[in-house]
């Protein structure tokens, strides 16, 4: 076995390898005849203030290298195995001491200067795993070889550098050194093309301190230090490259905040906005974990700041426009002050590689069924503040000739009149959610069906006299668009926004008979009557227009071939008002069962998912019980084999239960109860 004898803390080391691992051996300058010893368990040079206290006492100190963190069987039988062999080659006690690194919490820190994550969670390891070079890059492997770096475990990489990047200042200091930022920080970099480009010459350079080791992202990248300032540089292909700089280019001329991106040779790079961690970078990571979901980012940074959170809605205005479909929470972050840890803004917008044509040209170069401008849409109809907030906000305006002159700066060819048309139709339709009155006749309905139903079941309309000015407003409006809601908004836009939606007209059918029932109960008799005509007259012409030779009825009126759910009619089953006939939900039901699949209904025939709540609706169209639970059994099913269950999401694919996105924990929920409310109307009755 050989052995290298070196130095640890000031004591006599032996570093060799056992059973295939990194096994070390501290010996005291004076040991206790009994040879007692201590067994450091994890992370050799972390913390070490007891195990030096205890070598000046006699100890000796043993550690073998985990191959995980988590406590896996076979790091256990090798330490035992360990234990046995030092007992017999060194002669050591057969009672050791175990030590630990104090599980990596943080008990004591100055919360005003902490990173972001260490402030919120004070778990040090997880913040020091995270600043560690992606092990599943191939340079990334060949890097640590070359740096002679045997661990595998992302905490021991980051702290072979100090845990020190190149964007902050935040850096961990060995206890007992009195090494200061100065000698820390990165004043150059031999490694660079080794962890670009796997340069076999960078390989047999002398290991030294490198950026590199906490150069995160999956893409293969390094830094290099031209002039004095750091530049990210980063590997990718021709369409990759167009992408960023296009986007560039384009938030540059509109004079938003944005990452300068820029071509050198064969690959793009980017200079160092925090110009040598002048301020401090932190992803939004460190505030989100990994959850990117627009509204819970959105609310975090509005209670940081309304400004930041203005910053944050621009970001998406942006991505959304130039299809940036890989925003998560390790790409946008915060500009922090190092002297007072005080938030100063949202960092520059910077990642735009896997943008616009980076994965190729999308076929829907209008803009109809794009998924981004519906997430943007779900979130900005689902958040007050955020609705208020994108209302007044007033994005710059992109034009043709601005978009002529990002494509003539950059030697790259992509397709001039695609690029054109996608950037603007996407700016055209992303305006559509700022318009007002966005969703009239679904939100007027909405309220008149709301209020009638607590009437109804309060058996008290004093809620309706009081409004009764605001509700004749919104009958007026629905009865003069509702009958075919034309191109407007509505909750079914999850797949993109369809014009002449049969449900939404349902739900205005709803909305008129909801409010024929107000009329009636406050004494207007005669009105109730005419509005209630109205409501059965478009109900007709919904039925006879939809109706599809496939046997349903459609999705939009003028689509042939096409479904939905049309779980809107589920307040004319709940007041028995029989404006639908009994054809039309048999048809329905039939329909659901032909669209069935493992969990659930479809929502539409453009795409695979559901939604929860609506698919009970639609299940309520039933008289009979075992067809109701043969529904129910299906949304049972993707809540009990989905893989992300807590919180409740309300959106999943029906044919996975996997869920579409981070929506979950929404008030919605409560529409999986609509069957109990039926329960109730009947024993109210």
Known sequence: MKKITSEWNGFKSEIFEFNGQKAAVISPENPLKEKKWLFKTEYLDAFPSFELEMLKMGYFVANIEN???????????????????????????????????????ITDADDILLPLYLKRTKNIEGWLASRAIDSHRTNSRLLKRALRLRTTDDVQTALAVNAATVTDCYWFRPEGSAAVYEDIRFKENYFSELALRGDPDSFSNRPSRTPELTNIGSFEKCWKLINGEWWMYKSGNEKEYFSELFICR????????????ELDGEYIRSKDFTNGAEVNFEPMRSLAD???????????????????????????????????????????????????????????NYDNNIALIAKGYPTDVRREHDGLIGFLKTFIQSSEEAHEMYRQMKPPEITERMIDECMDEIP?????????????????????????????????????????????????????????????????????????????????????????????????????????????????????????????KY???????????????????????????????????LWNSNVFTAEFYQTEIDKYKEKSLPYGIPLDSREKYTKSDWEIWAACFSEYKEEFEQFVHSVYAAFDTMH???????????????????????SVRGGLFMKLIFEKMVEQS
């Open 67 to 105: 191959e995980t963190r988590w406590g896996a069987e076979k790091d256990m039988r090798w330490q035992i195995e360990f234990a046995q062999f030092l007992q017999k080659e060194y002669g050591f006690n057969e009672k050791c001491i175990p030590v630990g690194m104090s599980c990596g919490v």
């Open 250 to 261: 384009l938030g540059e001329k509109l004079g938003l905040p944005m990452a300068h991106y």
């Open 290 to 348: 990994d959850d990117e979901d627009y509204e819970n980012c959105f609310n975090i940074l509005n209670e940081i700041s309304p400004d930041i959170a203005v910053q944050y809605l621009l970001l998406l205005w942006m991505d959304t426009v130039c299809y940036n479909m890989d925003r998560h929470t390790e790409n946008f972050g915060l500009l922090r002050d190092v002297k007072t840890g005080r938030i100063i803004s949202l960092a520059p």
């Open 412 to 536: 790259i060819k992509a397709d001039r009149d695609y690029i054109r048309s996608f950037v603007l139709n996407g700016q055209e339709k992303v305006r559509e959610i700022n318009e007002e009155n966005q969703m009239p006749v679904e939100e007027c309905g909405n309220m008149i069906i709301l209020i009638d139903a607590v009437c109804r079941r309060e058996k008290n309309y004093s809620l309706a006299n009081d409004n009764i000015r605001l509700l004749k407003l919104w009958s007026k409006y629905i009865e003069k668009y509702g009958e075919d809601p034309g191109n407007q908004l509505c909750t079914d836009d999850f797949s993109g926004h369809m014009p002449h939606n049969v449900n939404l007209s349902i739900k205005a059918v709803m909305g008129l008979i909801g409010f024929s029932d107000i009329l009636r109960a406050l004494g207007d008799t005669n009105e109730a009557e005419r509005i209630e005509k109205v409501a059965r």
């Open 539 to 573: 109900a007709d012409s919904a039925c006879v227009r939809a109706k599809d030779n496939n046997g349903g009825y459609r999705l939009a009126f003028d689509r042939a071939g096409t479904f939905s759910l049309k779980y809107n009619a589920v307040w004319d089953k």
């Open 644 to 666: 992300t269950r807590v919180p409740m999401t309300d959106w999943y694919y029906a044919d996975t239960s996997n869920m579409v996105t981070a929506i979950r924990n929404r």
